[in-house]
């Protein structure tokens, strides 16, 4: 009899009408995951359908590339999906919301989508207009910040670490922002970097979510490799 099978998944979506990336216990309310594991109970698994998702985005904030992982044992003693029909199933039954699976991976029992992650990228977009922002060098503070200018009129920033603070990445872009605006000194943008406390912030500085998209979730090739004692799949 064929076990549970682990997968790894990639999906996107846009979050405009989520109230975030994990499930959601309100009522007239959903995040990302509450549809994602509907999609996975719809294939008629053995076992109950739980997902671990890696990154936790905000309601409202979007993302390109987000990932978790999931067990699922298939009736019959069917063998484990091929990773192009999982794909293909779970769209399926995702056509009228606005998430996406890209690909999706076999991964080993222990592999953990959030705990095995080695980075995660964000970028956050803006529209043009900050000069005074360029005069702070761009240094690491523990993670790679970079800013890139595009044929149209905005800014991208983008911040790369293994994992952030609550809003982090946003209440950073809001400084960014106000130094632009002339409401806070390069001075005192330093010392909020290098403060590293969220309390720090003013109140209200982080910007918007609808400008923040998670574009990557990085993994060691090593961690996600199958033995090779795998069983076969059903094609």
Same mark, same amino acid.
Not at 54 to 74: E, K, M, P, Y
Not at 86 to 104: D, G, P
Not at 154 to 173: D, I, K, N
């Given at each position: =009899?064929?076990?549970?099978?682990? &997968?790894?998944? #990639? #999906? %996107? *979506?846009?979050?405009?009408?989520?109230?975030?990336?994990?499930?959601?216990?309100? %009522?007239?309310?959903?995040?990302?995951?509450?549809?994602?594991?509907?999609?996975?109970?719809?294939?008629?698994?053995?076992?109950?359908? !739980?997902?671990?998702? !890696? !990154?936790?985005?905000?309601?409202?904030?979007?993302?390109?590339?987000?990932?978790?992982?999931?067990?699922? %044992?298939?009736?019959?003693?069917?063998?484990?999906?091929?990773?192009?029909?999982?794909?293909?199933?779970?769209?399926?039954?995702?056509?009228?919301?606005?998430?996406?699976?890209?690909?999706?991976?076999?991964?080993?029992?222990?592999?953990?989508?959030? #705990?095995?992650?080695?980075?995660? @990228? *964000?970028? &956050?977009?803006?529209?043009?207009?900050?000069?005074?922002?360029?005069?702070?060098?761009?240094?690491?503070?523990?993670?790679?910040?970079?800013?890139?200018?595009?044929?149209?009129?905005?800014?991208?920033? @983008? #911040?790369?670490?293994?994992?952030?603070? &609550?809003?982090?990445?946003?209440? =950073?872009?809001?400084?960014?922002?106000?130094?632009?605006?002339?409401?806070?000194?390069?001075?005192?943008?330093?010392?909020?970097?290098?403060?590293?406390?969220?309390?720090?912030?003013?109140?209200? =500085?982080?910007?918007?979510?609808?400008?923040?998209?998670?574009?990557?979730?990085?993994?060691?090739?090593?961690?996600?490799?199958?033995?090779? %004692? @795998?069983?076969?799949?059903?094609?």
């Amino acid at each position: =009899m064929h076990s549970c099978t682990r &997968y790894l998944i #990639f #999906f %996107q *979506y846009i979050g405009t009408k989520y109230s975030g990336a994990a499930k959601v216990h309100q %009522q007239h309310k959903t995040g990302v995951l509450d549809h994602l594991e509907d999609a996975v109970r719809k294939l008629k698994p053995l076992n109950p359908v !739980s997902l671990t998702i !890696s !990154s936790r985005t905000d309601s409202g904030v979007h993302a390109l590339s987000n990932s978790a992982h999931f067990d699922i %044992q298939r009736t019959n003693n069917k063998p484990p999906f091929t990773e192009d029909i999982l794909v293909e199933a779970l769209n399926y039954h995702l056509e009228t919301e606005q998430i996406r699976i890209t690909h999706a991976h076999r991964v080993p029992d222990n592999f953990h989508a959030r #705990f095995r992650a080695i980075s995660r @990228t *964000y970028v &956050y977009r803006i529209a043009l207009g900050l000069s005074r922002p360029c005069l702070l060098p761009l240094t690491d503070h523990k993670l790679c910040w970079s800013l890139r200018n595009t044929d149209i009129p905005m800014w991208e920033l @983008t #911040f790369r670490s293994r994992s952030f603070l &609550y809003r982090q990445v946003r209440r =950073m872009t809001g400084a960014l922002v106000a130094v632009g605006r002339g409401q806070l000194s390069v001075t005192q943008l330093k010392d909020l970097l290098e403060a590293q406390d969220p309390l720090a912030y003013q109140p209200g =500085m982080a910007a918007p979510a609808h400008g923040l998209f998670l574009t990557r979730v990085d993994y060691r090739d090593a961690d996600m490799q199958l033995s090779q %004692q @795998t069983g076969n799949s059903e094609d």
